[in-house]
């Protein structure tokens, strides 16, 4: 038996939509700890990451390690019933069969919908995602990051990243002009804009705009976001679940102008 309830099915559907553009179906892998996910999009190029922590949810129960596959675009579509501040509980039950259900409720009114989601056999290799110390950790606010992959996003495909213990610097030159952004550390680390930056070792990095782009979708999940760097190694995209997990982005480095594959 596996049930989980949400106090707002709103984090559910804000998860769900950051990922489904990037990841079809969906191995859950749900504990007595937490509920996870990982999976890699289809060209192998990036990877996600999703720890949705006890703590997150209202009530939790998990009396065996259970995997559940899902399709991401039947979870959307079941999450579309709900209204954002509906409860939202995910029950799988082993005499069920091969069904999910979700279960919102809108207290104020009254009303509770079940809605049914068939379970798919997913082979899903785990990729073992090493403990690394990071050589650049920057933390800054979701509408910043969010803003500068879309201003890049208008002149290149690739966007550039280097870092010194002074600032971090974002580049995109294309053949219509070229656009560079610059944070350096904020000196009111009390405002909730302060840009933080930690440099153990200077970086030069080059990563798909486009993938960048793609993973700000996940901004309304939290006001801040965390990225990790080091040469010649996956960025980490991490935005926080209210202190109880996060949904992290991994994503190769262009080596040469070409996308190299994590695999």
Known sequence: MFEAKLTSASIMKKIIDSIKELVTDAPFDCSEQAMCLQAMDSSHVALVSLKMEVGLFDTYRCDRTINLGLSLASMAKALKCANNEDTCEIKYDDNDGDTVTFTFCDTKRD?????????????????????????????????????????LFMFSETINITATKGAVVFTSKGDSGSSVITYTPSKDVDSSEHVTLDVK??????????????FTKASALSDRVKIALTNDTPIVIEYGLNDNGHLRFYLAPKIDDEENNMD
């Open 201 to 214: 070792e200077p970086v030069n990095v080059n990563f798909s705009t486009k993938y960048l782009l793609q």
């Open 111 to 151: 009303r509770t919908q079940d809605v049914t989601v068939k379970m798919m056999d997913i082979d899903v290799e785990h990729l073992g995602i090493p403990d690394q110390d990071y050589a650049v950790v920057l933390e800054m606010p979701v509408t910043e990051f969010k803003k500068t992959c879309s201003d």
